[in-house]
């Protein structure tokens, strides 16, 4: 008999299928499916037959989600609970603890959720430099900040997609933002701006060890997003500050108690060649940094985050074929104003374009961006090395804001 999990899914469910291929592991496992209702589109597509149980809630009440939750795992012989968007994690793992199942706990979820625990973890092991930092629960918790030092940032500890951040560089600036703020129950924190390039380093761990990892450098910062920005990243494969990134990413993992699990970690690369870590998730990237990913290396971090949380093994990439490979990356556009704008098919293949992705439901309908990877559209490109890919990102720009879909 197969071993039975439960999926708590966020994401509308064609997520879930990759060129032409399916990441869950319906012949493998039964999975008891419970997800949005079908205007956040959680069920469409789904095949009912591919699943034990199909379980559809409405995405904003909580409460539906415990209920069917907890009666699926007091039903059925559940014995993995599964999740891989930001929101749900913690929420698996609270499952997982009050069930006293298999996988990530809650008190180690918390800390790859709570940023305040975070860097506190990581600063009581020394394992990375962290920026200067106090939970924010109050006005008066500005009083002990140095303004004297340049710029801070007021950010949630719960936060996702750079959402909620909020660059200040005076104490009447910080007040202003915490006005607008309720700072109660240890929902923000503040920290010290940290200048520098901002990388991204992807893991997944098995047995307390990082058995896969992928390093890249984003072309913008992930909270500068707006109307009509781009963003991106370029994969990073080799030399001295890819090793050093290696291993402050393993010290992280380490210091918050990973055993098993896929990561995305956040790092500054300062003017000072120092490193200084920012933040890590315990699921996997976001936005276009999968199928990078997946058109580097032939591995999905979905799939594997899925399948270690299922209690199979995930698949891991073969090595990887040298420079003939080349170096993939991505490019994004986020909606704005003005007319149309786009890449002509017959241009992107000229381009280096591997994959066009477009997001019709992207923006939040008045003109703003919601996220950091609230893309209208992304292209996945490969180049030789990297100097010609940041030609090619560059050219697409070029092209994309001349041209037409």
């Known amino acids: 008999m197969k071993e039975q999990a439960l999926f708590i899914n966020f994401h509308p469910y064609g997520f879930f299928t990759r060129?032409?291929?399916?990441?869950?592991?319906?012949?493998?496992?039964?999975?008891?499916?419970?997800?949005?209702?079908?205007?956040?589109?959680?069920?469409?597509?789904?095949?009912?037959?591919?699943?034990?149980?199909?379980?559809?809630?409405?995405?904003?009440?909580?409460?539906?989600?415990?209920?069917?939750?907890?009666?699926?795992?007091?039903?059925?012989?559940?014995?993995?609970?599964?999740?891989?968007?930001?929101?749900?994690?913690?929420?698996?793992?609270?499952?997982?603890?009050?069930?006293g199942l298999d996988g990530i706990d809650v008190e180690t979820a918390n800390r790859f959720r709570d940023k305040v625990a975070m860097k506190r973890a990581v600063v009581a092991a020394g394992a990375a430099q962290v920026p200067d930092f106090a939970p924010l629960d109050s006005l008066e918790d500005l009083v002990a900040i140095d303004w004297t030092v340049g710029k801070w940032v007021v950010k949630s500890r719960w936060g996702l997609g750079a959402s909620e951040v909020h660059v200040v560089d005076s104490w009447e600036a910080a007040r202003q933002v915490c006005l607008k703020l309720d700072l109660g129950g240890s929902q923000y924190e503040i920290e010290r701006f940290v200048e520098g390039e901002i990388y991204h380093c992807d893991a997944i761990v098995q047995d307390g060890e990082v058995s896969f990892v992928n390093v890249g450098r984003y072309t913008a910062n992930p909270a500068a997003y707006g109307p009509g920005t781009t963003f991106g990243t370029v994969t990073i494969l080799e030399?001295?500050?890819?090793?050093?990134?290696?291993?402050?990413?393993?010290?992280?993992?380490?210091?918050?108690?990973?055993?098993?699990?896929?990561?995305?970690?956040?790092?500054?690369h300062t003017p000072d060649d120092e490193l200084v870590f920012c933040e890590v998730a315990g699921r996997p990237p976001g936005g276009i940094i999968p199928p990078v990913i997946e058109w580097q290396f032939g591995v999905s971090m979905v799939?594997?985050?899925l399948r270690q949380q299922a209690g199979l093994a995930p698949v891991l990439p073969t090595p990887r074929a040298g420079n003939g490979a080349?170096?993939?990356?991505?490019?994004?556009?986020?909606?704005?104003?003005?007319p149309e704008r786009g890449i002509p098919p017959e241009l992107q293949t000229?381009?280096?374009?591997?994959?066009?992705?477009?997001?019709?439901?992207?923006?939040d309908g008045h003109g703003g961006v919601r996220h950091s990877t609230d893309f209208l559209d992304s292209y996945v490109v490969r180049a030789p090395d990297e100097s010609t890919l940041r030609r090619r990102l560059q050219d697409i720009r070029f092209e994309y804001d001349k041209g037409t879909r």
């Not at 095949?47 to 034990?52: I, M, V, Y």
């Not at 500050?241 to 990413?249: E, P, T």
């Open 239 to 268: 030399g001295d500050l890819y090793r050093r990134i290696l291993g402050l990413n393993a010290r992280v993992l380490s210091a918050l108690g990973l055993q098993e699990g896929v990561t995305h970690l956040e790092l500054f």
């Open 19 to 99: 060129r032409g291929r399916s990441v869950l592991p319906t012949e493998e496992v039964g999975i008891h499916l419970v997800t949005r209702n079908r205007a956040f589109g959680g069920v469409t597509g789904v095949e009912p037959k591919d699943f034990s149980r199909v379980t559809v809630v409405d995405a904003r009440y909580e409460d539906q989600w415990r209920a069917a939750c907890d009666w699926a795992l007091d039903t059925y012989p559940i014995s993995r609970v599964m999740a891989i968007h930001e929101r749900a994690v913690l929420f698996a793992a609270e499952l997982r603890s009050r069930y």
């Open 350 to 363: 000229a381009l280096g374009v591997l994959e066009h992705l477009h997001n019709g439901s992207a923006g």
């Open 303 to 305: 799939e594997a985050s």
């Open 326 to 338: 080349g170096v993939c990356g991505f490019v994004a556009f986020y909606p704005g104003d003005g």
